[in-house]
């Protein structure tokens, strides 16, 4: 499957997750089938919030997240 078809997943929220930490900041997605760390980048709302995120390219579970202010986008 090529980048251009894989799925992408975004999750539309006004509050970001309790308990997510900061992009940068995750070990692992939490899942024993998935691999760790093997995480994949992106920028918009998933996970609640406008930011930067990583997520689990295996289950698609996002692992972390930073969010920015108005004055920041």
């Known amino acids: 499957m090529s980048e251009r078809d894989k799925p992408m997943l975004h999750i539309d ?8 930490p900061d992009m940068g900041e995750a070990v692992a997605c939490g899942r024993p089938r998935c691999p760790a760390p ?7 709302l998933a996970g609640g919030g406008y930011g930067p995120y990583e997520y689990c390219e295996i ?3 996002i692992v972390s997240k930073t969010e920015l202010g108005d004055d920041e986008a």
Not at 13 to 20: C, N, T, Y
Request: proline share 0%; net charge negative; glycine share 22%.
């Open 13 to 20: 929220s006004a509050v970001k997750r309790e308990g997510l």
């Open 38 to 44: 093997n995480f994949e980048v992106g920028f918009g």
């Open 59 to 61: 289950c698609g579970e």
